[in-house]
């Protein structure tokens, strides 16, 4: 016989994936996190996930974004359309991908969209993996945010 998985951090059913720091997550709730990271306002986010400016799709978005005033941001902006560019938009993996290179680079609301993005359209469990490592790992979760992830599953 072997081990039984430990349980779900968010659920309490056996879990599929992680760990992710000390949280494991079952094969339901990828999609439940998913879904919750893909909201077009920063106050539906913002106890979670240490982001400054709305996640949502630009496809999703009802209004530009603010003018921007910082030079290197600037430089990031246009990286990052050049990188969304040579996204295939059923490509799920190289969503997450793109998750974890925002990530790295700081960009934690254009992560967090990715990722939500990676999880919306699962192909395949290293998907999974990759999406939950950015959402659930720092720096991303907010301290506490963790526990309000999965208060809000709940509801
Ligand atoms: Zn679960």
Redesign the pocket.
Known sequence: MGTAPPP??????P?WFGPFGRVF?????PR?IGALADHAAVSAVANIWAVTRPPARPDKADKPPPPRHIDIEEVFRFFQAGLEAGVRPDDSLAHADLAQAYKEMGLNSDALREAAIALDRITSPEVVRTALRVLLTAPLPKPGGLSELRRR?RT
């Open positions: 779900c951090s968010f659920c309490g059913r879990s997550v079952c094969e339901a709730c439940r599953l």
